[in-house]
């Protein structure tokens, strides 16, 4: 008697998760905001972070909003709550 067990895994992805920018801005900023984010759980990273540090030109025109913090479009909802209330606290403050 011969016992047969076939096992077949296959990983789920999803190819409508993607990256999404939800705040531009200089190295500091960016960085504060990266910091909120990952406080409340959603994973980030920065995109032109030396780039856009060193030469921000290169970046964006003019040099303005040079670095970004990008997050995962299943994130994205929540993230852009959290950027719009640092953003007018920042306004208000100031």
Known sequence: MILRIE???EMKTDDNIL????????????EMVKSILENSEIE???KDENTG?????YTAPGGAGS????????DYDKA???VTEYEN??????
């Open 7 to 9: 096992i077949n895994f």
């Open 19 to 30: 990256p999404v920018e939800v705040f531009s801005g200089s190295i500091w900023e960016a």
């Open 89 to 94: 606290n920042i306004r208000t403050n100031n």
């Open 67 to 74: 670095v970004k913090v990008v997050v995962s479009s299943l």
């Open 80 to 82: 852009k709550i959290i």
């Open 44 to 46: 980030t990273f920065l």
């Open 53 to 57: 540090t060193l030469a921000p030109w």
